[in-house]
T-cell receptor
Framework: AQSVTQLDSQVPVFEEAPVELRCNYSSSVSVYLFWYVQYPNQGLQLLLKYLSGSTLVKGINGFEAEFNKSQTSFHLRKPSVHISDTAEYFCAVSEDNQGGKLIFGQGTELSVKP | KAGVTQTPRYLIKTRGQQVTLSCSPISGHRSVSWYQQTPGQGLQFLFEYFSETQRNKGNFPGRFSGRQFSNSRSEMNVSTLELGDSALYLC?????????????FGPGTRLTVL
């Protein structure tokens, strides 16, 4: 069965510092991988996705992620964070032909301090 | 293009009552998925509807049901409400024209059960 593990529930970081949010998944079949961001009292916004091809994926707001099949990981990175990046981040997986069903990790709360 | 809309945004009910939540997808999208978000369980997939048919279902009791209309609008119903049903209910729409299609999320309905 699919599962997603986000290794850090909270990540505090200072403004302009780099950040990495970690995500591992398990699945017996090919998967699609996603990172979503949720700001307070809002829905989810897609940051980036890996469907196939290049393992380094670039998304919105300067975020990028690298798919590592051997380590079943999909870590999210940003070289320099801003106060406005403070939000909750969710890693998610979808199996091929299960496009309407996303399995989410527990979320990582990113807190950017001045 | 208008985004995914959910009504109502906030709802307060008492135990034992039933509730109906509504989701209007992005124009042209035929798939609607529902998710429950709670602090303890995180984001969990409820079900997906495509062309008025349920295509996928998560592990929720039969008190949770849904339907989709010919205009792709979807409703979710929860009967005999329990305190544990208090959650943010998110719906997402997609075009579902291939094995993967991006899901666009609405702002959610915050349900409080007293």
């Amino acid at each position: 069965a699919q599962s997603v593990t986000q290794l850090d529930s909270q990540v505090p970081v200072f403004e302009e510092a780099p950040v990495e949010l970690r995500c591992n998944y398990s699945s017996s079949v090919s998967v699609y991988l996603f990172w979503y961001v949720q700001y307070p009292n809002q829905g989810l916004q897609l940051l980036l996705k890996y469907l196939s091809g290049s393992t380094l994926v670039k998304g919105i707001n300067g975020f990028e992620a690298e798919f590592n099949k051997s380590q079943t990981s999909f870590h999210l990175r940003k070289p320099s964070v801003h106060i406005s990046d403070t939000a909750e981040y969710f890693c998610a997986v979808s199996e091929d032909n299960q496009g309407g069903k996303l399995i989410f990790g527990q979320g990582t709360e990113l807190s950017v301090k001045p | 293009k208008a985004g995914v809309t959910q009504t109502p945004r906030y709802l307060i009910k008492t135990r034992g009552q039933q509730v109906t939540l509504s989701c209007s997808p992005i124009s042209g999208h035929r798939s609607v998925s529902w998710y429950q978000q709670t602090p303890g369980q995180g984001l969990q997939f409820l079900f997906e509807y495509f062309s008025e048919t349920q295509r996928n279902k998560g592990n929720f009791p039969g008190r949770f049901s849904g339907r989709q209309f010919s205009n792709s609008r979807s409703e979710m119903n929860v009967s005999t409400l329990e305190l544990g049903d208090s959650a943010l209910y998110l719906c997402a729409s997609s075009s579902r024209t291939s094995s993967y299609n991006e899901q666009f999320f609405g702002p959610g309905t915050r349900l409080t059960v007293l």
